[in-house]
Nanobody, 124 residues
Framework: QVRLVESGGGLVQAGASLRLSCAGT????????MAWFRQAPGKEREFVAA????????YYADSLKGRITISRDNWSNMMWLQMNSLKPEDTAVYYC?????????????????WGQGTQVTVSS
């Protein structure tokens, strides 16, 4: 059973930076791709970034490229999302997802395992 726990969210002002963390347990960490998605009130869950099991391949949402960086450390079973120049429209619950294989994708169907989410609120 894969267990994912996100942390690092909070209330920040526009222009600030945040680093979200996701801790994974229950399986060999490098065996599965991971991703960040977000969901704002009344909206569908939206792809943010993904990273392959090895960490070599990454994907980013076009609208967020240049402001975010996804990374992972398979020794410590951790994944991170660095977010810079935050905007009010970045306000959402951010979820960490884990896949069944090391191949990353950009849709939720790649990730059957999810954390409980961490709230990010950006004030103007």
């Amino acid at each position: 059973q894969v267990r994912l726990v996100e942390s690092g969210g909070g209330l920040v002002q526009a222009g600030a930076s945040l680093r979200l963390s996701c801790a994974g347990t229950g399986r060999t960490f490098s065996a599965y791709a991971m991703a960040w998605f977000r969901q704002a009130p009344g909206k569908e869950r939206e792809f943010v970034a993904a990273i392959s099991g090895s960490g070599i391949t990454t994907y980013y949402a076009d609208s967020l490229k240049g402001r975010i960086t996804i990374s992972r450390d398979n020794w410590s079973n951790m994944m991170w999302l660095q977010m810079n120049s935050l905007k009010p429209e970045d306000t959402a619950v951010y979820y960490c997802g884990a896949g069944e294989s090391a191949t990353a994708g950009t849709t939720t169907r790649y990730y059957p395992y999810w954390g409980q989410g961490t709230q990010v609120t950006v004030s103007s």
